[in-house]
């Protein structure tokens, strides 16, 4: 089995950052494909980033290019998220996510993942 554990999430003003955090346990050579992923009420997770553990290659959706940034720290198996220049509608739960995938390489939707984290509040306000 393996367990994720986010943390780092807040409340912040438009323009702010923050860093969230994953720690992955339990049997973590099983995954090689990590997620982050954002839900609002009423609406479904959309993915945000993905990062190959493999080889480090992130994707992002468009919208969050050049203000978020994942990263993994395979020593620790703690995936990480900074966010820059936050706005209001980067507001909502955010989940980390895991899974093996043959070939981790682009954007995947939450159904693929097969592990998950309990999430972590991230609030912009303008």
């Known amino acids: 089995q393996v367990q994720l554990v986010e943390s780092g999430g807040g409340s912040v003003q438009a323009g702010g950052s923050l860093r969230l955090s994953c720690v992955v346990s339990?049997?973590?050579?099983?995954?090689?494909?990590m997620g982050w992923f954002r839900q609002t009420p009423g609406k479904e997770r959309e993915v945000i980033a993905t990062?190959?553990?493999?080889?480090?290659?992130?994707y992002y959706v468009d919208r969050v290019k050049g203000r978020f940034t994942a990263s993994a720290d395979t020593d620790n198996n703690i995936l990480n998220l900074q966010m820059n220049s936050l706005q209001p509608e980067d507001t909502g739960m955010y989940y980390c996510?895991?899974?093996?995938?043959?070939?981790?390489?682009?954007?995947?939707?939450?159904?693929?993942?097969?592990?998950w984290g309990q999430g972590t509040q991230v609030t912009v306000s303008s």
């Open positions: 996510a895991a899974v093996w995938i043959t070939l981790c390489s682009g954007l995947y939707p939450a159904d693929d993942f097969r592990y």
């Open positions: 339990g049997y973590a050579r099983r995954v090689n494909c």
């Open positions: 990062i190959n553990i493999g080889d480090g290659d992130t």
